[in-house]
T-cell receptor
Framework: AQSVTQLGSHVSVSEGALVLLRCNYS??????LFWYVQYPNQGLQLLLKYTTGATLVKGINGFEAEFKKSETSFHLTKPSAHMSDAAEYFC????????????FGGGTRVLVKP | NAGVMQNPRHLVRRRGQEARLRCSPMKGHSHVYWYRQLPEEGLKFMVY????????ESGMPKERFSAEFPKEGPSILRIQQVVRGDSAAYFC?????????????FGPGTRLTVL
């Protein structure tokens, strides 16, 4: 079975500071990994995904994530936080053997201070 | 191209009533997934459907919950005899085909409140 752990349910950063959201996964097969963002009372929007190839993945809104197999991690970063980055972020792993259903982490809520 | 549509966006039911949640996938998408987000929790997979078929319902509660995706029309998640613990946000996602690594496109969700 696959699982995802996001360290820190809440993260507070200052505007302009680095955003770092941690994600560790467990998978018995090479994983496909995703980061989604959820703004209040909205659905989820894909930020980026890793399937194969380059381990540093660039996404929308200046976010990027690095797949590290040895650490079973897929941490999300953004060099400079913007007020509009305040949202909840979910890391997820896809189960290829089960129609690509997603297993999500518990989410990390980001607060951006001016 | 319209995104995934869900209705209603908000639904209030009294205990014992039925709740019907609808999901229209993106045009050309024949795969639908339902997820539930309980308060202060992450999203949990419920069911995966293709047109007229339930492929994986391993995340569905054994009783009171059912899902369908008919040949014509939206996918329906049905909850019979709702209880307070069913209060949650229910999200539908769709995908064009099940290629490895395909992303799922999410709808805005239906927020169910059981009084």
């Amino acid at each position: 079975a696959q699982s995802v752990t996001q360290l820190g349910s809440h993260v507070s950063v200052s505007e302009g500071a680095l955003v770092l959201l941690r994600c560790n996964y467990s998978s018995s097969v090479p994983p496909y990994l995703f980061w989604y963002v959820q703004y209040p009372n909205q659905g989820l929007q894909l930020l980026l995904k890793y399937t194969t190839g380059a381990t540093l993945v660039k996404g929308i809104n200046g976010f990027e994530a690095e797949f590290k197999k040895s650490e079973t991690s897929f941490h999300l970063t953004k060099p400079s936080a913007h007020m509009s980055d305040a949202a909840e972020y979910f890391c997820a792993v896809s189960d290829k053997a089960a129609g690509n259903k997603l297993t999500f982490g518990g989410g990390t809520r980001v607060l951006v201070k001016p | 191209n319209a995104g995934v549509m869900q209705n209603p966006r908000h639904l209030v039911r009294r205990r014992g009533q039925e709740a019907r949640l609808r999901c229209s996938p993106m045009k050309g998408h024949s795969h639908v997934y339902w997820y539930r987000q309980l308060p202060e929790e992450g999203l949990k997979f419920m069911v995966y459907l293709q047109k007229e078929n339930i492929i994986d319902e391993s995340g569905m509660p054994k009783e009171r919950f059912s899902a369908e995706f008919p040949k014509e029309g939206p996918s329906i998640l049905r909850i019979q005899q709702v209880v307070r613990g069913d209060s949650a946000a229910y999200f539908c996602a769709s995908s064009p085909q099940v290629l490895e690594g395909n992303e799922q496109f999410f709808g805005p969700g239906t927020r169910l409140t059981v009084l």
